[in-house]
């Protein structure tokens, strides 16, 4: 049974791998289209692979320095910081 093959579970959403039931596990260690939560602790939850792109500009959490006064401010912060 372990030897039967499969495709991944993330097939749908664009994973591509297929191969036999015992790996599986050992490929959903690595997939990159895993959900993840935001590394800035927001609630998002996105796909690993998204997570390097999406972070830098669009997580509310993320955190940026005025380049004008030097402070440091969530994104949040930041749009109402003058």
Do not use: Y
């Not at 591509?16 to 690595?30: E, F, I, K, V």
């Not at 990159?32 to 830098?56: M, Q």
């Amino acid at each position: 049974m372990l030897g039967l093959p499969i495709r991944c579970i993330h097939s749908e959403d664009g994973c591509c791998w297929s191969g036999p039931l015992r790996h599986l596990q050992r490929h959903l260690n690595t997939c990159s289209f895993n959900v993840v939560p935001c590394t800035n602790r927001c609630p998002a939850k996105l796909n690993g692979r998204d997570l390097p792109a999406l972070l830098p500009h669009n997580c509310p959490k993320r955190r940026l320095k005025c380049e004008f006064c030097g402070c440091d401010f969530s994104g949040e912060a930041f749009e109402s910081h003058e």
